[in-house]
T-cell receptor, first 114, second 113 residues
């Protein structure tokens, strides 16, 4: 079965440094991968989407890479700020029963310390 | 106002009770989803609907049912609640087509005693 792994331990980063989060997957070849942010008591919010033929995607201080050989995506936040503290989720697309669905990682909690 | 609204936000109930969670959206999206989130696990899909007449089971549909009353409304029911259905439930919407981002409500925290 498809499996998505994100670091279960919280990631502590000093303000101003670059935070890097990892999403690894097995047993599937997704065409697309999405990253979301989730704050406590709130629903996930979409951040970025990257296609399999894109090596890298950027949006302001965010950068996502997608290595289909390693079956891994990296999510970077540069010049991190305490407001970036949240849980970050990755999601992969699959086709199940002829319908398009997303399957989700459990998320990594990021803590940016002032 | 929120684009995707879930009610109630919190609910505590007893084993065996019937519960309905409601979701409404103002985004005009055709597609709607119900997920549950448990600590340490990714979001798991319960049911999804690609339009008013299209309802599909997700990964964990046993013990749940849904109703798509209109394009904007999608409700989730637990016919006879059991304690292992205690979780955070999210409704989401998306536009047609692949790779569309999903837009989430703020969830319903459900506790079954």
């Amino acid at each position: 079965s498809q499996k998505i792994e994100q670091n279960s331990e919280a990631l502590n980063i000093q303000e101003g440094k670059t935070a890097t989060l990892t999403c690894n997957y097995t047993n599937y070849s997704p065409a697309y991968l999405q990253w979301y942010r989730q704050d406590p008591g709130r629903g996930p919010v979409f951040l970025l989407l990257i296609r399999e033929n894109e090596k890298e995607k950027r949006k302001e201080r965010l950068k996502v890479t997608f290595d289909t050989t390693l079956k891994q995506s990296l999510f970077h936040i540069t010049a991190s700020q305490p407001a970036d503290s949240a849980t970050y989720l990755c999601a992969l697309d699959i086709w199940g029963d002829s319908n398009y669905q997303l399957i989700w990682g459990a998320g990594t909690k990021l803590i940016i310390k002032p | 106002d929120a684009d995707v609204t879930q009610t109630p936000r919190n609910r505590i109930t007893k084993t065996g009770k019937r519960i309905m969670l409601e979701c409404s959206q103002t985004k005009g999206h055709d597609r709607m989803y119900w997920y549950r989130q448990d600590p340490g696990l990714g979001l798991r899909l319960i049911y999804y609907s690609f339009d008013v007449k299209d309802i599909n089971k997700g990964e964990i549909s046993d013990g749940y049912s849904v109703s798509r009353q209109a394009q904007a409304k999608f409700s989730l029911s637990l016919e006879s609640a059991i304690p292992n259905q205690t979780a955070l439930y999210f409704c989401a919407t998306s536009d047609r087509g692949v790779n569309q981002p999903q837009h989430f409500g703020d969830g319903t925290r459900l506790s079954i005693l």
